[in-house]
């Protein structure tokens, strides 16, 4: 979560709000801080503060116009960095900070007011006009905070009874706190040393401390009268000539403005504060207290809260020197008292005003640690619910896997449960998920192998163990990623030779697949999320960051960037990058697309890719049909998934289809598919989605399991979450073992052109990435952020080196958008069934990047593979055009587009 904390002044941020801020840090937050000049930067950053920003804030300022200004720079800082929560304090930064926030769409304000100030403790008639202007503001601006944070009741009560907000809007804390480790409990002095630490203001009280210590000085010459705090030049400050004759007849000591005053603290033997300043609870108070002080201040809203009158210290009435000097004098004289009153002073502050106590409170009015912490909760959470409900541990991680030289690990415990079966392959240990496809094949000092399942449509080929067997023999020939590059599939494939690992994934990165090398030990996994619980890994801060982007979820979904992964230590496997892991390290090379091809100059040459093409697509589908039992295809009235049904020509025998609807815009798929599945002959199934979770049995729970095996790092509608948790039953009670998906087919249908409604793409950069990644049209820190992960990840991953005949748009969907988006979504498919995607083949993919562009972006090509395949088929001319490819939206999403590229 990202937070701004808006100050009045620099010093105060870590003074009075550095033990808080370092909490948020804690709790995983990231803080940002304003202020009015560049006094103390270090003291700030050293707090763990992301970045301070500068905002020119005169505080006794009236000027309206100086106040609109600094509204409007708090309001572009705010678009910028676009904060969730903002935290304010003292009055221009609560009011100015809360309008501004509530403008710019933030939910969770809240303002503190940390007293009332000068304003509503003066009589002068200038400051009464201001202080009726002030309720205006006040007023205005609290109706827009989530809830307003008081340090005493009396101001609270005062805000409510005048209307500035409802009472159930108020909350009250005790104080800002105070840090009772470092204001430690020391020993009282033999003589008396009274110690009054203010700003030097009359309404502090301090010329009434200067004459009540002249007062006792006379009575108790050795006791000392100690001032902290520097000359101040605001309305009613105090100057040098104001207390010229206390210092000059040694009445006061003015060491000034120190910037530790805790030695000071461990001096003294009282600590006095007469102030008629509406304080809101004066932290130098706390202060004194922790250090085991007596403290004498005034009957006065704030300073008389934790003091109890006779117990730990006096209360005296304001303005009056005399009756603070007879308090002081009494102290001075009687030790014994002092004792005791230092007692009580530290026992009260210990139970009531400890800063961890007060950031408890402030944690809870607040939340920064309800979402942060929500990651670690909703963990503990499943655990508990898994280890009641032994029958939903199977969808833990379903059809997952890991590849590990580690031998450690505890196999009888979350998240594998003794369920999982371990495998040795050589140096590697293999675990997999019961419904997991492992296949090895061992050939003299070499052991390859492949999660998940492939065939091969150039030999029909279906069984993993020979396809492995003829990658071998292919490898001693020197064309072994030829070889590879036939098979059609979702997998990993990989070969252990000693303890060295080379590794890819599938064409299109349709089995999700990361890996990570760190303490000398290599996690080659399905699921990320596998590796964070075995290894007790953090999310990043950039991860959090996108996460909670207002956008995350626009185009194309949710999805990190480049070959990111939740975790620091995880990175995904990029397709058509060969990863080797020797000495402990993992490097990688690109072996695809690297050759030039020739785009179709002839319709003769035209129609020769599209039949080549369209004949793999028949071969995987005669595959597919005799590879699993009961095959379901998933059938709408779309182009893909139109062409993947022609490509059953002659096996719809062996096949049967379902559609969905979810929403209503599916309907019309619906419809369509219900009229091809009739006209072939082959048995459907409609299933209409629940509009309701509440009869979808075990709903919570599965949707629990299925937020742990992303990471927590996609965020589903509710009606995406009800067709996964529907699905999931009954394709099982159908005994369904695969489901036919028409996906990795937009990489040659020119997805991106279509979406925005483009004939051409910019050149390759990381502006275009990011561009086609995410919108980012005011968050520009965000975007430059993304911008430097696509820069790396452009040059890391070579993308100089591919021919200009493969757009840079069409690499980034393959390898980015399928890698990143498509993978993770098949992954929480296979929860119900095996993904199959007969079009997950390179050669065919390679094959078709031949076709020219603009018969991609009309999918004329996928009409003449449906035409070839199925004739019937195509005259019924049943395409649907999906709702969010109307040229109306892809006009708008180009003028989106187009205005990112030209932003700085």
């Not at 069984?463 to 490898?475: D, S």
């Amino acid at each position: 979560m990202r937070i701004l904390v808006i100050s009045p002044k620099n010093k105060t941020v870590f003074n009075f709000r550095g033990d808080l801020i370092r909490d948020m840090i804690e709790k995983g937050n990231e803080v940002y801080v304003t202020g009015p000049n560049r006094d103390f930067i270090e003291d700030i950053m050293a707090l763990g503060v992301k970045e301070f920003i500068e905002i020119p804030l005169v505080k006794d300022n009236m000027s309206v116009l100086g106040d609109l200004a600094y509204l409007k720079k708090l309001r572009e800082i705010m678009k910028c960095i676009q904060p969730e929560l903002v935290f304010g304090y003292t009055i221009k930064p609560v009011i100015y900070g809360t309008i501004g926030a509530r403008s710019c769409g933030i939910k969770e304000i809240y303002p503190m007011i940390t007293g009332l100030g000068r304003v509503y403790a003066s009589e002068n008639l200038k400051i009464k006009l201001v202080r009726r202007i002030t309720k205006i503001l006040y007023r205005i601006a609290l109706k827009g905070a989530s809830k307003v944070i008081f340090q005493n009741p009396d101001d609270m009560q005062e805000f409510v009874k005048e209307g500035c907000l409802p009472a159930d809007k108020a909350v009250t804390v005790n104080g800002s706190g105070v840090n009772m480790k470092r204001f430690c409990r020391s020993e009282i002095p033999e003589k008396p040393v009274f110690l009054m630490v203010s700003r030097m203001i009359r309404e502090k009280g301090v010329l009434d401390f200067a004459r009540a210590a002249r007062a006792v000085k006379k009575k108790v010459p050795e006791a000392r009268f100690i001032i902290l705090g520097g000359y101040d030049n605001s309305i009613g400050g105090l100057r040098e000539k104001d207390l010229k004759e206390y210092i000059e007849d040694g009445s006061i000591e003015l060491p000034g403005e120190v910037k530790d005053p805790v030695s000071f603290y461990g001096q003294s033997s009282v600590f006095v504060l007469p102030s008629y300043y509406r304080e809101g609870l004066p932290r130098t108070i706390l202060e004194g207290m922790s250090c085991g002080r007596p403290v004498i201040t005034t009957d006065w809203p704030g300073c008389r809260e934790p003091v109890k009158d006779g117990v730990n210290g006096y209360l005296v009435p304001v303005k009056n020197p005399k009756e603070l000097a007879k308090k002081m004098y009494q102290l001075a004289v009687d030790r014994k008292k002092v004792l005791a009153m230092s007692e009580e002073s530290y026992k009260i502050c210990r139970e009531k005003y400890d800063v961890e106590i007060i950031n408890g409170q402030m944690r809870n009015i607040m939340g920064y640690e309800r979402s942060l912490d929500m990651r670690d909760t909703r963990v503990e959470s499943l655990k508990n619910m898994l280890d009641v409900r032994l029958d939903l541990r199977d969808y833990l991680f379903r059809r997952g896997f890991l590849l590990t030289n580690r031998d450690n690990i505890l196999e009888n415990e979350f998240p594998f449960y003794g369920n999982w079966k371990k495998t040795k392959l050589g140096s590697m240990y293999a675990y997999t998920h019961p419904k997991t496809n492992l296949s090895y094949y061992e050939k003299k000092d070499k052991i390859y192998f492949l999660f998940g399942h492939a065939y091969n449509p150039f030999t029909m080929e279906s069984n993993e163990t020979k396809e492995l067997e003829y990658i071998g023999q292919k490898e001693e020939q020197g064309c072994m990623q030829d070889a590879i590059d036939e098979l059609t599939g979702v997998f990993v494939f990989g070969c252990i030779f000693k303890d060295r690992v080379r590794f890819q994934v599938d064409p299109s990165g349709m089995q999700s697949a990361y890996y990570g090398a760190f303490n000398g030990q290599l996690y080659l996994t399905s699921h990320p999320q596998i590796v964070g619980d075995i290894c007790g890994l953090e999310m990043t801060e950039i991860a959090r960051e996108l996460i909670h982007y207002k956008w995350y979820g626009r185009v194309m979904g949710c999805y990190l960037p480049a070959d990111l992964s939740v975790f620091d230590e995880i990175k995904r496997i990029v397709p058509n990058i060969e990863y080797k892991f020797k000495d402990n390290q993992v490097r990688h090379r690109r072996f695809y697309p690297l050759k030039e091809i020739q785009v179709c100059r002839t319709k003769a040459e035209y129609e020769e890719v599209v039949e080549q093409a369209a004949d793999i697509l028949k071969s995987n589908m005669i595959l597919a049909t005799e590879k699993w039992n009961n095959p379901y295809l998933s059938l709408s009235g779309g182009i893909d998934s139109n062409t993947t049904f022609a490509a059953a020509n002659g096996v719809y025998d062996k096949l049967k289809v379902f559609t969905y609807i979810s929403a209503e815009k599916e309907t019309v798929d619906a419809k369509a598919a219900v009229k091809i599945a009739d006209r072939f002959g082959v048995e459907k199934e409609v299933f209409e989605i629940p509009e309701t979770s509440d009869n979808l049995k075990d709903y919570k729970e599965i949707v629990s399991i299925i937020e742990h095996n992303n990471s927590y790092a996609i965020q589903r509608k509710d009606n995406e979450y009800r067709k996964r948790v529907f699905l999931i039953h009954k394709l099982e009670e159908l005994g369904c073992d695969a489901e036919i998906k028409s996906w990795t087919s937009e990489t040659i249908r020119a997805y991106w052109y279509k979406h925005y409604g483009r004939k051409t793409m910019p050149k390759l950069s990381a502006k275009l990435y990011r561009n086609l990644y995410k919108i980012f049209l005011q968050n520009r820190r965000l975007a430059h952020k993304v911008d430097k992960l696509f820069a790396k990840y452009i040059k890391e991953f070579e993308y100089e080196k591919v021919p200009a005949q493969y757009p840079p748009a069409d690499l980034h969907y393959n390898e980015v958008t399928w890698g990143a988006w498509g993978g993770p979504n098949i992954s929480e498919m296979k929860m119900y069934a095996d993904e199959v995607i007969i079009y997950n083949n390179r050669k065919f993919l390679d094959l078709l990047f031949q076709v020219p562009l603009d018969h991609r972006r009309s999918d004329q090509h996928h009409l003449d593979m449906k035409r070839y395949l199925n004739q019937e088929l195509y005259d019924m001319n049943i395409r649907v055009v999906n709702m969010e490819e109307t040229w109306k939206r892809a006009f708008l999403l180009n003028c989106i587009f187009t205005a990112n590229m030209m932003l700085p």
